[in-house]
């Protein structure tokens, strides 16, 4: 049997790829199916891996194969977020976020580029600092996002309630990603820019869920502080001021207060008195189509709980229904269901307008060529 072919990669870049990775040495070997010293030894040039190594070494690290045949290292570009978690937690970003924060800035820099080319109506973002009053910011979003009580009660689910919000901020120049960040992730990120603000959800959490966090970024990208929230969802006083002060404002987004009070006195409240369960939140959850947590923290800013009913939400308010399984889903379908309408749009006036070729724009979506033509006939109807 001949000698296994070894690739001539560069050092300083098999370095730089498990560096930016987030994965440790020790991780990534086990990954790879060889011990640390090899790996070590490839990244300082005592040896160099196999070709079936290099192309598993690539996969591993969410690179292109050609990426680790770079000459040399390219320059480290700073992570564009700000980490925003309590002193006992991690610090550093997992693989899984940094890759997709990775992904989601590239796209931002392609995106916001065409935004400018194609002269559309830069994005209709409020601005607000941590000294605005949080509820009077989410009145004049509601009002940019046009979505009256009465249609979001007619919801009929949380997952159309969720291509609801979605839709509304895509219209207003918005980019919302839906990543698999993993539940050991975070639940979601932001990352302002003039043309292409983004907003990215973590996938592995229901719905209702979901939509907090879509809301939550919504206004890091309003206060402009571009965040990957690490912490766990708990509003209180011990919380960064910027998440206290996001959750607020996602909170007052998806239930106005006046419409809020409304409801619990249809139910039997009365001002001045406190609800001391979870039956009223579970209604005023299940009415908006939001998640427990957000409902129990409006009740709780309207002045109709205390901070003891957030205590009893259960931890797995949060998570997925178990079973199901599904038939799956075609490629074209997972990239339009993690990009957007938006995003589509887009590239269907770059290609033609000939900024974008048909071939880059295909590239892009990484979708077959076939697919495209339905997302012509979809995105000329729509604009942007």
């Not at 480290?76 to 006992?88: C, D, T, W, Y």
């Not at 770059?350 to 033509?373: G, H, T, W």
């Amino acid at each position: 049997m001949g000698r296994a072919v070894e690739v001539p990669v560069t050092p300083s870049v098999i370095r730089w790829a498990i560096d930016e990775s987030g994965y440790s040495v020790d991780d990534l070997a086990l990954g790879l199916g060889v011990n640390s010293a090899t790996l070590n030894d490839w990244a300082a040039g005592v040896s160099r891996p196999t070709l079936t190594h290099a192309r598993k070494l690539a996969a591993k690290l969410h690179r292109p194969f050609a990426a680790l045949l770079l000459p040399a290292a390219p320059e480290k570009r700073p992570l564009p977020v700000e980490f925003r978690h309590s002193a006992a937690q991690r610090r550093a970003l997992n693989p899984s976020e940094r890759r997709y924060l990775r992904r989601a800035a590239r796209f931002q820099e392609v995106l916001g580029w065409l935004v400018r080319e194609l002269e559309i109506e830069m994005p209709r973002t409020p601005l607000a600092s941590l000294n605005d009053d949080p509820v009077s910011i989410a009145a004049q979003v509601r009002r940019v996002l046009a979505i009256t009580t009465a249609s979001q009660k007619n919801w009929s689910t949380p997952s159309v309630a969720f291509d609801g919000w979605r839709a509304s901020l895509e219209a207003s120049g918005h980019l919302v990603f839906l990543f698999s960040l993993g539940s050991d992730s975070s639940q979601g990120f932001s990352l302002w820019n003039d043309f292409a603000p983004v907003v990215a959800v973590n996938s592995a959490w229901n719905e209702a869920a979901r939509i907090f966090t879509l809301l939550h970024e919504v206004g890091h990208l309003v206060t402009r502080t571009s965040s990957a929230c690490l912490e766990p969802r708990r509003t209180s006083s011990r919380t960064d001021p910027v998440e206290r002060w996001c959750e607020r404002f996602a909170a007052a987004v998806l239930m106005p207060a006046s419409d809020v009070e409304e409801t619990l006195r249809q139910k039997g409240w009365r001002a001045g008195t406190t609800i001391a369960n979870l039956s009223i939140a579970k209604t005023v959850a299940s009415l908006y189509k939001v998640s427990l947590r957000a409902a129990v923290i409006r009740i709780i800013e309207v002045g109709a709980a205390g901070w003891a009913l957030y205590d009893q939400i259960p931890p797995v308010s949060d998570n997925k229904p178990t079973g199901g399984g599904g038939t799956g889903r075609s490629r074209t379908e997972i990239r339009e269901d993690q990009l957007g309408n938006r995003v589509n749009s887009l590239l269907v006036a770059a290609v033609e307008r000939d900024l974008l070729s048909r071939s880059q724009a295909i590239d892009f979506l990484d979708i077959p060529e076939v697919a495209f033509d339905t997302i012509v006939d979809v995105g000329s109807s729509g604009g942007v």
